[in-house]
């Protein structure tokens, strides 16, 4: 390790949020050790941008020896733990992996972490731990509320953390982000769902009426405000992390289908998601006075760079539709 330069070891960073942090911070001059298991959402040829600022190993964060051993090897400066199960219809057919690795792997790190003093560890939460707010914005300090099991599994891990920085003085930071979007996006989600569809001249499916509402957050945005967590987050706090842009999701499709030169009517609504919340909007003032971070990109460009990224790599987005099927 450089002299000063932190090295973080990053869990689920062959993801798509962690990649991106990954990438980034290769720019920045950090080393990394990645230990992500592959789950169908992973991908190695995400990290090709950052090779030679990681060590990857393949492993599984409820595997507390696995990573005992990857940890007392490398001896990390922080952990910043992207892994996770994270799409919110898959926990609605089956929530054990979610509870398993959500919960279970979370504990596992944390364990590990105080075992070996490890000084930073940065959880990725989300906003959906809080519920659904229809009108006004959701504080650091609002009440957990989730609603899926997905943003269950994610809000008991935001609780386990909260009780060993109270019980241990735990060196704990949560970071909620919004809604990402951006390339390399798994296309079970909304955006690279949507593009995929457009491609392939489908129509795009769209839940309910489609006036769910969603903040959307560039993902090198978020991978920027992750670093400042990283760099600046006081152990013990949590910090929201939104874009303050809005869009139901309708608006979202037309945008897709407006820039792959589609048609305006090619979606179809489908039977809405059990428990789908309607709104999702969080107040990041506190992470935006810390550290003077707000996002560079609007939804307007974000979307068109992530339409355009996608067409240069279809074979990639059109390989994870299929294997959707
Ligand atoms: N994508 C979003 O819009 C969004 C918004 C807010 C918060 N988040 C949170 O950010 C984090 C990253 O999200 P993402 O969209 O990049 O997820 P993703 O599904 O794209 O990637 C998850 C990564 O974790 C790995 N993984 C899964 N289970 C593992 C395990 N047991 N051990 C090791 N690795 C494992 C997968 O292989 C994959 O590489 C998650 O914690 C998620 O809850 C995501």
Redo the contacts with the bound molecule.
Sequence with gaps: MRAGIPKILV?????????AFVRLAARCGYRMII?????Y???LSRLKEAAGSYKFYR????NPLTIGRIIKKEIPDGII???????VDRSIAGCAPFL???IL?TQVLLDLSKKFKIKRFVQ?????VYGEIKNGQFTENSELKPNSP?AAS?ASADLLIRAYIRTYGFPGIIV??????GPW??PE?LIPLGIACAIKGRKIPVYGRGINTREWLYVDDCARGILEVFRKGKPGEAYNLGSAEEKINLEVVRGILGLTGNDQRMFEFVKDRPGHDIRYKLDSEKLRRLTGWKPEINFTRGLKLTVEWNLRNQRWLLRKHHAEK
């Design positions: 869990t689920g960073g062959a993801g798509f949020i962690g990649s230990c992500d298991k592959l789950t959402a992973g991908d492993a599984d964060i409820c733990n992207f892994a996770a199960e994270t799409h398993k690795t959500n792997g990725l939460s989300t906003d959906e997905y994610k909620r982000p919004c809604n990402n979007y996006q798994y989600k």
